[in-house]
């Protein structure tokens, strides 16, 4: 009987040792089999995650971020314990001692799905299964991949210390709200750095794991709050925190930025502008967009940010100004139905969420609104933002009555009297608190619409080509185009003085004489009639006259007489254009370029002829700290010393490329503070010496000033981006020249400004400046005009009067200097026939393209 027993247990043992070993060898070969091909876990070793790339200003101000995934790395020594301890409670409390996956979990997982039919099944992925899952696996449930995560998991525990292993995890995980990593989460849901958090904050970023869209610190905030709470819990149980902690911390509320208990880090930052989204479109275009958008750079900006909202509110004001004198009212179009108008806080959760373009929220002062109720005369409005006192707000009916509303036709209605003729019940309309310059005391709510004209501003820095300010457009908010470098417009006159520039180094002289007559040129298009804004003409005029006074007729003589080829040479080594086309038209700007390459040609006058290359960025690092840009590429041997002689600075050497001569820079610096004081641009208001160029194309398309000080050079164009007429009285010195002298008024306060640099190696002659004469050195008076020259240049220029090789006197008529056209006057052409000179405005018969003004 117990041999039988014996033997019957031997059997049964036998058995099991055989299913044993079969079993074994069943899950060796499985794990085997799956082991072959699975990626290496080297290159977690090199991980480089996603990271936001962030943008700072010259005081180190963060001012704008870019990223795919919102994330920040943070080495693991610098995550604070009670985080790490809140992460490991929460995902896999035996982190610290398990080999990569937790016998004791799993089992535990399978028991309570047994146990409950299926119905509770939960994970028992430890952390270093779902860094696994993460970096090297799928997310899809099979069990496949099940077995790959564990082989991995056992392999990286072998490879990688623990805190490294945590250190992946906890920058990688998404959080919720695009916050990727447990940095830029901590900022997401409650605007605090990492050092700065609680417990019961480190319990709640602990509970979004598990499923951050049911956890929602909102919509969720009872299943959050639990969740937190069973957190706390297990960090009591794992020794993290004291029960007294933890009792006292259970009973706290669920605080976030989502449930108005902490302002949004973004507003911290200023609104996003047109300077930081270009910086965005250029580095993308150097670094790649996936290195710029996750690369982790860190970009330091020339942006002042002074000057950039002193340069938004200049445009702004003019752009604003312009629309106003149409008298047109076109509102915003958007309105929120009457039902949401019956309470408060319905309007105005519907006015907070209302986005369109003609509802900007970066314009400074503006502020979306709703009409709540239309009076016989006034029209009572609630404004986002602010509140409700004793009978509300209104706009009162004389704010209307500068405008007259577009009927369905598109045709113009009579003038508005009262509020009702503009706005209805429920309309969406932008307002401003209209205040007392004397004191700033409120005066009345007022209507603001954003503009249909369009416009361009640009400040840099003549000696580095650092960009200090750019307004692309009125507002960001409602069109991101930057007409600053992506428009191309025509320049028009803006473009004379680099035809000028070219003059002088073809042996011009600022007072040679160049004949201001009536010009014919045969063109495949039909007859070319060039004509002065004037419509006028003048006779032989020197030069310097004829910048001053933006004279057509003289510049295409000069350009005919050097050539185009010389012309075009000058504005592409100073990067106008590239290519510059060598039609004689383009002589008047009639070919299109940008602003910004307009900014930094100028500047090569202001600086002395030295090429300067415009950067919205002075230096870019990456993640690790490294510099792999830097704009400034000036030498300073003396700015490592400890110490420098008494009285001296450091000697900062530059290696920029002399563009053009730097008595012509002087030359062209001078004629065009002639402009500025005599001439087109005389509107120019500034308390420093400045000098530069106003610009008009044909029916004022577009209207330009580009202006310098010696240090600093500004450029506004206006126009629509569909190009038309602007009317009448529109022309650069009336349009930009007042955004010039807004913005530039507060930029000599910071920047300075002093006389422009004499080169050597020139000379002073006097010049009689209406008839270009030459006058002894003793002479005074108004005529009178001090020269710079270039030696043996008043010799060359003396007795030379220019006519560009075009018929003039016999067989076309010369006006006698400031003789009027109006009325029209009979004139014989070069074809022996009679024409009659317009006393209108030029149209395309008589200037096809360029300049006028």
């Given at each position: 009987?117990i041999r039988f027993?014996?033997?019957?247990?031997?059997?049964?043992?036998?058995w099991?040792?055989?299913?044993?070993f079969?079993?074994?060898?069943?899950?060796?070969?499985?794990?085997w089999?799956?082991s072959?091909?699975?990626?290496?876990?080297?290159?977690?070793?090199?991980?480089q995650p996603?990271?936001i790339?962030r943008?700072y200003n010259?005081?180190g101000?963060?001012?704008?971020?870019?990223?795919?995934?919102r994330?920040?790395f943070?080495?693991?020594?610098?995550?604070?314990?009670?985080?790490?301890?809140?992460?490991v409670?929460?995902?896999?409390?035996?982190?610290?001692?398990h080999?990569?996956?937790?016998?004791?979990?799993?089992a535990?997982?399978?028991f309570?799905a047994v146990?409950?039919?299926?119905?509770?099944?939960r994970?028992?992925?430890?952390?270093?299964?779902?860094?696994m899952?993460?970096?090297?696996?799928s997310?899809?449930?099979?069990?496949?991949?099940?077995?790959?995560?564990?082989?991995l998991?056992?392999?990286?525990?072998?490879?990688?210390?623990?805190?490294?292993?945590?250190?992946?995890?906890?920058n990688?995980?998404?959080l919720?709200?695009?916050?990727y990593g447990?940095a830029?989460?901590?900022?997401?849901?409650?605007?605090k750095?990492?050092?700065?958090?609680?417990p019961?904050?480190?319990?709640?970023?602990?509970s979004m794991?598990?499923?951050?869209s049911?956890y929602?610190p909102v919509?969720?905030?009872?299943?959050?709050?639990?969740?937190r709470?069973?957190?706390?819990?297990?960090?009591?149980?794992?020794?993290?925190i004291?029960?007294?902690?933890?009792?006292?911390?259970r009973?706290?509320?669920?605080?976030?930025?989502?449930?108005?208990?902490?302002?949004?880090?973004?507003?911290?930052?200023?609104?996003?502008?047109?300077?930081?989204?270009?910086?965005?479109?250029q580095?993308?275009?150097?670094?790649?967009q996936?290195?710029f958008f996750?690369?982790?750079?860190?970009?330091?900006?020339?942006?002042?940010?002074?000057?950039?909202?002193?340069?938004?509110?200049?445009?702004?004001?003019?752009?604003?100004?312009y629309?106003?004198?149409?008298?047109?009212?076109?509102?915003t179009?958007v309105?929120i139905?009457?039902?949401?108008?019956?309470?408060?806080?319905?309007?105005?959760?519907?006015?907070?969420d209302?986005r369109?373009?003609?509802v900007?929220?970066?314009?400074e002062?503006?502020?979306?609104?709703?009409?709540?109720?239309?009076?016989?005369?006034?029209?009572r409005?609630?404004?986002?933002?602010?509140?409700?006192?004793?009978?509300?707000n209104?706009?009162?009916?004389k704010?209307?009555?500068?405008?007259?509303?577009?009927?369905?036709?598109?045709k113009?209605g009579?003038?508005?009297?009262?509020a009702?003729?503009?706005?209805?019940?429920?309309?969406?309309?932008?307002?401003?608190?209209?205040?007392?310059?004397?004191?700033?005391?409120f005066?009345?709510?007022?209507?603001?619409?954003?503009?249909?004209?369009?416009?361009?501003f640009?400040a840099?820095?003549?000696?580095?080509?650092?960009?200090?300010?750019?307004?692309?457009?009125?507002?960001?908010?409602?069109?991101?185009?930057?007409r600053?470098?992506?428009?191309?417009?025509?320049p028009?006159?803006?473009f004379k003085?680099?035809?000028?520039?070219?003059?002088?180094?073809?042996?011009?002289?600022?007072?040679?004489?160049?004949?201001d007559?009536?010009?014919?040129?045969?063109?495949?298009?039909?007859l070319?009639?060039?004509k002065?804004?004037?419509?006028?003409y003048?006779g032989?005029?020197?030069?310097?006259?004829g910048?001053?006074?933006?004279?057509?007729?003289?510049?295409?003589?000069?350009?005919?007489?050097?050539?185009?080829?010389?012309?075009?040479?000058?504005?592409e080594?100073?990067?106008?254009?590239?290519p510059?086309?060598k039609?004689?038209?383009?002589?008047l700007?009639a070919?299109?370029?940008?602003?910004f390459?307009?900014?930094s040609?100028?500047?090569?006058?202001?600086n002395?002829?030295?090429?300067?290359e415009?950067?919205l960025?002075?230096?870019?690092?990456?993640?690790?700290?490294?510099t792999?840009?830097?704009?400034?590429?000036?030498?300073?041997?003396?700015?490592?010393?400890?110490t420098?002689?008494?009285?001296?600075g450091?000697?900062?050497?530059?290696?920029?490329?002399?563009?053009?001569?730097?008595?012509?820079?002087?030359?062209?610096?001078?004629?065009?503070?002639?402009?500025v004081?005599?001439?087109s641009g005389?509107?120019?208001?500034?308390?420093?010496?400045?000098?530069g160029?106003?610009?008009?194309?044909?029916?004022?398309k577009?209207?330009?000033?580009?202006?310098?000080?010696?240090?600093?050079?500004?450029?506004?164009?206006?126009?629509?981006d569909?190009p038309?007429?602007l009317?009448?009285?529109?022309?650069?010195?009336t349009?930009?020249?007042?955004?010039?002298?807004?913005?530039?008024?507060?930029a000599?306060k910071?920047?300075g400004?002093?006389?422009?640099t004499v080169?050597p190696?020139?000379?002073?002659?006097?010049f009689?400046r209406?008839?270009?004469?030459?006058?002894?050195?003793g002479?005074?008076?108004?005529?009178?005009?001090?020269?710079?020259?270039?030696?043996?240049?008043s010799?060359?220029?003396?007795?030379?009067?220019?006519d560009?090789?075009?018929?003039?006197g016999?067989?076309?008529p010369?006006?006698?200097?400031?003789?009027?056209?109006?009325?029209?006057?009979?004139?014989?052409?070069?074809?022996?026939?009679?024409?009659i000179?317009?006393?209108q405005?030029?149209?395309?018969?008589?200037?096809?393209?360029?300049?006028?003004y």
């Open positions: 009987m027993i014996l033997s019957f247990f031997g059997s049964i043992f036998s099991i040792v055989t299913a044993v079969f079993a074994a060898l069943t899950v060796g070969a499985i794990f089999m799956y072959r091909d699975l990626p290496s876990h080297d290159q977690l070793s090199q991980y996603k990271t790339s943008i010259g005081d101000r963060l001012i704008d971020e870019f990223a795919t995934e994330r920040l943070v080495p693991i020594d610098e995550i604070p314990p009670i985080v790490q301890d809140a992460f409670s929460a995902e896999d409390k035996n982190f610290w001692h080999a990569g996956y937790d016998p004791v979990g799993i535990q997982a399978v309570e146990r409950t039919g299926g119905h509770d099944v994970g028992a992925s430890t952390i270093t299964q779902q860094v899952k993460n970096f090297l696996l997310s899809d449930r099979s069990v496949e991949r099940k077995i790959k995560e564990l082989i998991a056992s392999r990286v525990e072998h490879a990688l210390p623990k805190k490294r292993i945590l250190e992946l995890y906890l990688e995980i998404f919720g709200q695009n916050s447990v830029a989460a901590s900022l997401t849901y409650f605007n750095p990492l050092s700065e958090l609680k019961y904050e480190a319990a709640t970023l602990a794991p598990k499923a951050p049911n929602h919509r969720d905030m009872q299943r959050l709050k639990d969740r709470n069973y957190v706390l819990h297990e960090m009591w149980q794992n020794g993290y004291s029960e007294a902690t933890y009792r006292e911390e009973e706290l509320p669920v605080k976030s930025v989502q449930n108005g208990d902490y302002a949004p880090f973004r507003d911290q930052m200023p609104p996003r502008d047109y300077f930081t989204d270009e910086i965005r479109r580095l993308s275009r150097s670094f790649g996936d290195e996750s690369g982790g750079l860190t970009v330091r900006a020339t942006v002042d940010p002074e000057m950039q909202a002193q340069a938004g509110r200049a445009l702004q004001h003019a752009l604003e100004d629309d106003r004198s149409r008298g047109v009212w076109r509102g179009g309105t139905p009457a039902d949401k108008l019956k309470n408060e806080a319905d309007w105005r959760a519907a006015l907070a209302v369109s373009d003609k900007p929220r970066d314009v002062g503006w502020m979306p609104a709703v009409v709540l109720s239309v009076g016989k005369e006034d029209a409005i609630g404004i986002e933002g602010i509140k409700e006192e004793g009978n509300g209104w706009i009162p009916a704010d209307v009555q500068w405008a007259r509303k577009l009927n369905e036709n598109g113009l009579p003038k508005a009297r009262v009702s003729d503009l706005v209805s019940v429920g309309d969406v309309v932008m307002v401003r608190a209209m205040t007392s310059d004397s004191d700033g005391s005066i009345r709510w007022t209507l603001r619409q954003v503009p249909q004209v369009e416009g361009a640009m840099m820095d003549v000696h580095t080509g650092r960009v200090i300010a750019m307004q692309g457009g009125f507002s960001y908010q409602s069109t991101v185009f930057n600053a470098t992506q428009a191309m417009r025509q028009g006159s803006n003085p680099f035809v000028y520039a070219a003059a002088l180094d073809s042996g011009f002289s600022p007072e040679t004489v160049v004949v007559a009536p010009i014919e040129v045969n063109t495949p298009q039909g070319w009639r060039p002065n804004a004037s419509n006028k003048y032989p005029t020197p030069m310097r006259t910048l001053e006074q933006s004279r057509n007729l003289m510049t295409v003589r000069i350009a005919q007489e050097i050539g185009m080829d010389t012309i075009a040479n000058y504005a080594r100073m990067g106008v254009y590239n510059m086309k039609f004689l038209a383009n002589a700007g070919q299109e370029t940008t602003m390459n307009l900014v040609a100028y500047a090569m006058f202001a002395g002829g030295k090429r300067v415009p950067t960025v002075d230096r870019v690092q990456d993640r690790y700290g490294r792999i840009y830097r704009h400034d590429q000036r030498v300073c041997d003396d700015c490592s010393a400890q420098l002689p008494a009285g001296e450091p000697r900062i050497e530059s290696n920029s490329e002399q563009v053009v001569d730097p008595i012509t820079a002087y030359q062209m610096i001078s004629l065009m503070k002639g402009v004081q005599r001439g005389r509107g120019v208001n500034i308390s420093v010496p400045v000098a160029k106003t610009g008009t194309t044909n029916d004022a577009d209207v330009w000033f580009t202006g310098f000080t010696s240090n600093i050079v500004a450029s506004c164009y206006i126009g629509y569909n038309k007429g009317g009448a009285h529109a022309f650069g010195g349009l930009c020249v007042p955004v010039f002298n807004e913005f530039m008024k507060e000599v910071k920047y400004g002093s006389e422009f080169p190696g020139g000379h002073w002659q006097n009689n209406f008839t270009g004469e030459m006058l002894p050195p002479a005074s008076g108004d005529y009178v005009q001090a020269e710079y020259l270039r030696e043996g240049q010799i060359a220029g003396m007795g030379l009067v220019v560009g090789g075009f018929g003039m016999s067989n076309l010369l006006f006698a200097p400031g003789e009027s056209d109006e009325g029209g006057t009979s004139v014989t052409t070069s074809s022996g026939k009679t024409a000179l317009p006393k405005r030029a149209n395309f018969g008589t200037i096809s393209a360029g300049g006028l």
